[in-house]
């Protein structure tokens, strides 16, 4: 099946202004703890990807949304700078997240109540960064989500429509 499939690098533009990053997460697919992946994308280059189990029990969906948004955020993050230096441009990072919870948190900062406040200051951390300009988050619909393959087991048809989503870029 996956002896056609290869890697392919594709010239930049020079007009790349925005590293693309696509984080998703799974609650607790088997139990347990939940599962995460994030795609870093430079055009249509994929830069790094990552697929995990969390190492914290989330307790709603948002919350291992939100793990896997700040996960993918760091490992972005610490990228970016060799990549600003190698290309000799300032880039921001533009995070597609398909859970609007996530994004209502971040926005909003959350409440302050006992049951909620290591949530607030993980998107404490990511409205700092929007803040700051470095960061910009979008909702995406589930279906074109491109690290939703990194977080559960798909069928072969799958799999497939995420691979051309990937190169269809």
């Avoid at 990228?79 to 909003?108: G, P, S, W």
Wanted: with cysteine; charged share 20%.
């Amino acid at each position: 099946f996956s002896f056609n499939l290869a890697l392919r690098i594709y010239p930049l533009t020079g007009s790349e202004t925005f590293v693309e990053l696509h984080t998703d997460a799974s609650l607790a697919p088997q139990g347990g703890k939940s599962h995460q992946g994030f795609i870093m994308m430079l055009g249509k280059n994929v830069i790094t990807w990552g697929s995990s189990r969390q190492k914290l029990h989330s307790l709603s969906s948002a919350e291992c949304e939100l793990i896997a948004a700040v996960h993918g955020a760091q490992t972005t993050l610490s990228l970016l700078h060799m990549i600003q230096e190698y290309m000799q441009k300032k880039l921001r990072i533009h995070q597609f997240v398909d859970n609007e919870a996530v994004l209502c948190v971040v926005k909003t900062g959350g409440s302050s109540s006992n049951r909620t406040r290591h949530l607030s200051m993980r998107a404490f951390w990511l409205r700092h960064l929007v803040g700051m300009d470095l960061l910009r988050m979008t909702h995406v619909d589930t279906k074109s989500q491109r690290a939703d393959s990194l977080t559960k087991g798909l069928t072969c048809t799958q799999l497939v429509r995420d691979q051309l989503n990937l190169v269809m870029h």
